[in-house]
């Protein structure tokens, strides 16, 4: 059971934009701060670059599920963390400024306050989107969190596999 919440903690951990936005020093001024329409067309770029590497990590889980030969099985997991690893990144470079409509922030990341009224810079943001604006948010956060679910499968299954079959009692 420890195994699997670690496992979770890391996969939040590492598909987390946070980290990304904590990372870079991108804080702005309230007053330089506007509403820039989101980028759909490299946010769909990006999406079907993911999707490309979903098919190779479902592919590459089909094969560690076929495999008997424990060595093989370790070399198809390692290339399956680094196809998951590449997926993670595109996945935080959905993130970059712009790409999500946000300048230097994934949604609702706090500024540099944190827990003392670090959300400043959100104020006001949705109600100053348009329509389109906002059904263009929309369809990008519901293909994001589909992505954190499908790497949390993966996470998941890549951990099943590093244990190994459970023991049987005797």
């Given at each position: 059971?420890?195994?699997?919440?670690?496992?979770?903690?890391i996969?939040?951990?590492?598909?987390?934009?946070?980290?990304?936005?904590?990372?870079?020093?991108?804080?702005?001024?309230?007053?330089?701060?506007r509403?820039?329409?989101?980028?759909?067309?490299?946010f769909?770029?990006?999406?079907?670059?993911f999707?490309?590497?979903?098919?190779?990590?479902?592919?590459?889980?089909?094969?560690?599920r076929?495999?008997?030969?424990?060595?093989?099985?370790?070399?198809?997991?390692?290339?399956?963390?680094?196809?998951?690893?590449?997926?993670?990144?595109?996945?935080?470079?959905?993130?970059?400024?712009?790409?999500?409509?946000?300048?230097?922030?994934?949604?609702?990341?706090?500024?540099?306050?944190m827990?003392?009224?670090?959300?400043?810079?959100?104020?006001?943001?949705?109600?100053?989107?348009?329509?389109?604006?906002?059904?263009?948010?929309?369809?990008?956060?519901?293909?994001?969190?589909?992505?954190?679910?499908?790497?949390?499968?993966?996470?998941?299954?890549?951990?099943?596999?590093?244990?190994?079959?459970?023991?049987?009692?005797?």
């Open positions: 059971m420890k195994d699997l919440v670690f496992a979770i903690a996969c939040t951990a590492l598909t987390s934009p946070m980290l990304l936005a904590a990372s870079k020093d991108t804080a702005t001024p309230q007053s330089a701060s509403t820039q329409s989101p980028d759909t067309a490299a769909d770029k990006s999406l079907a670059q999707r490309e590497q979903m098919k190779t990590m479902q592919a590459q889980m089909n094969q560690i076929q495999t008997q030969d424990p060595q093989e099985r370790q070399k198809l997991l390692q290339q399956h963390w680094a196809t998951m690893q590449s997926a993670m990144t595109t996945m935080r470079g959905m993130w970059e400024p712009g790409m999500l409509g946000y300048r230097g922030r994934g949604p609702g990341m706090m500024g540099p306050g827990m003392g009224g670090g959300w400043g810079h959100m104020g006001g943001y949705y109600s100053r989107l348009t329509p389109e604006q906002l059904r263009q948010r929309q369809y990008m956060t519901d293909q994001y969190l589909q992505m954190q679910q499908e790497m949390m499968n993966n996470m998941m299954w890549q951990q099943q596999y590093w244990m190994g079959p459970p023991a049987s009692p005797q």
